[in-house]
């Protein structure tokens, strides 16, 4: 298998990792306390690793719970798919992500989209019903601990038809939610 080197970095911010690649895969539902080091060591089996990262609250630095994995051949992200991952105990959720190129391609369609920076006293109700403006929603979920069943901060919207995302987007990738600003 490949080696385990990287360049990792640590990153604050509300960002969301930056833009997608072919061999770029989403980390979700990471233990506080996972290094970055056990990251890529772990993911690190799979192939060559050109990029890490595990996201980090920009106030307080602390882990949010999820990070970005970039594999330098991206055939590698189907075999990480096709396992389960753990981490202290703690199965984590693999999603390839989307490339840039991709999306902005006229034939790349999608109805799901990512929001991250939800506040934590946000309702599944209240999620939905402020996405419902924009058309209908056919599924929602905001992510959660585990064991503590805490919001994680975002979640993922499924729209009835690519239009809505489409047309959601073209205003930009920043809602406002009750004064904070989703990414």
């Not at 055939?75 to 389960?84: G, P």
């Amino acid at each position: 298998m490949g080696k385990a080197e990287a360049r990792s970095r640590e990153h604050g911010g509300g960002g969301g990792g930056g833009g997608g690649s072919a061999g770029k895969i989403f980390v979700g539902g990471l233990p506080r306390d996972t290094t970055e080091a056990d990251f890529v060591k772990h993911f690190g089996q799979y192939g060559e690793i050109v990029d890490s990262v595990i996201m980090r609250d920009k106030h307080t630095s602390q882990p949010r719970g999820f990070g970005f994995i970039t594999y330098s051949n991206p055939a590698v992200v189907d075999r990480v798919m096709d396992d389960i991952h753990e981490f202290n105990g703690k199965q984590v959720e693999i999603k390839r992500t989307i490339p840039k190129d991709s999306m902005q391609s006229k034939d790349f369609k999608t109805k799901k989209i990512f929001v991250g920076g939800l506040p934590q006293a946000l309702t599944e109700d209240d999620f939905k019903h402020f996405f419902q403006k924009y058309g209908p929603v056919v599924d929602h979920q905001i992510m959660r601990d585990h064991q503590t069943k805490r919001s994680r901060g975002f979640g993922f919207i499924v729209f009835s038809s690519d239009q809505v995302v489409d047309d959601l987007l073209a205003n930009g990738n920043m809602i406002d939610l009750a004064g904070a600003k989703l990414d």
